[in-house]
């Protein structure tokens, strides 16, 4: 059952966080679907600009409509990752999405209020909710390679009240990729918590949305490398974060590298293994198992599993 993105973050306000999930195929897609529905949680299926060109925009969603039909008990939300003011109209005029994501981060705090502003005034009249960016995220997302600048708490208050969004990425100390934070001495590897504190303060029961969340696993980076990758100093954000930041006001946790790095693995893995085999169903039968088990961990750490019949309760008693 598809569900509005604001309809999830009431129910996990405080007290857990959804996964956002990025997928770019099916049996990304597949995979997702066995691991939260095993995992009994909710989730939040993240599609990016860069996921709806790889293809035809299209064939994500009509993989997603088929999912909903084979498991009706999953519920979830169809988010647009990353959107700018073209793909986000496009998103919402589809009739498809739940939510979007207006990232003008980019631009100056006055801009990137216009910019929001426009996109939640035509997402509002269709029912979606927008999701903004203020401050930058470090690293690279697809064609958007930033600098990470921490969001100030006070300008954060004065953008969700000028622009109207309805959760926002915070910067506090994540950055997007496997390259997260190099280690220092002295230097605390994780989330600025004193950043979301604060945030939380000024804008009570307003939703904060966590990107760069991958906890890119040692053990992991470990097996691409034993396999012929090479990924050296690849570091991600610690898993025993999560659950504090989601108390916090953190509702949405944005992973995508981690599902990346369990196809990396599957794969190098597999043709290692079985170099006379040419198949893209056998690694590929492997790859949806591995990620819906790397889903049903990630949705423990986050605590939305075992949340699914709650959230279908509480969303009746809500119609
Ligand atoms: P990771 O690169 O840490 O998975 O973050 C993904 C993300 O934030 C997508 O918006």
Redesign the pocket.
């Known amino acids: 059952m598809i569900v509005t993105t604001k309809q999830l973050f009431k129910v996990a306000y405080g007290r857990f966080a959804i996964g956002?999930y990025?997928i770019n195929n099916l049996e990304q897609a597949y995979g997702l679907f066995l691991g939260n529905l095993r995992s009994k949680a909710p989730f939040i299926i993240?599609i990016?600009k860069g996921a709806r060109k790889y293809t035809d925009k299209r064939f994500l969603e009509a993989i997603i409509r088929v999912a909903d039909g084979i498991f009706p008990e999953a519920i979830f939300a169809v988010h647009l990752?990353?959107g700018d003011e073209a793909t986000c109209y496009d998103c919402i005029d589809s009739g498809f999405y739940s939510s979007v994501?207006i990232d003008a981060s980019h631009e100056s705090f006055e801009k990137n209020v216009e910019i929001t502003r426009g996109v939640v005034e035509r997402a509002h009249a269709r029912g979606l909710s927008v999701e903004a960016e203020l401050g930058m995220?470090g690293?690279v997302?697809e064609d958007i390679v930033g600098h990470v600048c921490l969001t100030d708490p006070d300008e954060a208050k004065r953008f969700v009240e000028k622009s109207g969004c309805d959760s926002l990425?915070v910067a506090i100390g994540?950055?997007?990729?496997?390259y997260?934070f190099k280690a220092e001495p002295g230097k605390k590897l994780g989330l600025h918590f004193e950043v979301i504190e604060k945030i939380q303060q000024l804008l009570p029961g307003f939703p904060m949305v966590?990107?760069?969340?991958?906890?890119?696993p040692k053990a992991e980076i470990d097996r691409i490398n034993a396999a012929g990758g090479s990924m050296k100093d690849a570091s991600?954000?610690p898993e025993e974060d999560f659950l504090p930041a989601a108390k916090k006001g953190v509702c949405k946790v944005?992973?995508?590298?981690?599902?990346?790095l369990v196809w990396t693995r599957v794969h190098r893995e597999f043709f290692r293994d079985h170099p006379e085999k040419f198949d893209l169903r056998d690694p590929g039968k492997v790859f949806v198992e591995e990620y819906a088990k790397m889903l049903e961990h990630k949705n423990t750490i986050l605590g939305s599993a075992g949340r699914l019949d709650e959230v279908r309760g509480r969303i009746q008693v809500d119609q």
């Open positions: 956002a990025n993240q990016s990752d990353h994501m995220l690293g997302e990425a994540t950055s997007h990729g496997a997260k966590m990107h760069g969340s991958s906890s890119v991600g954000v944005n992973i995508d590298t981690d599902g990346r």
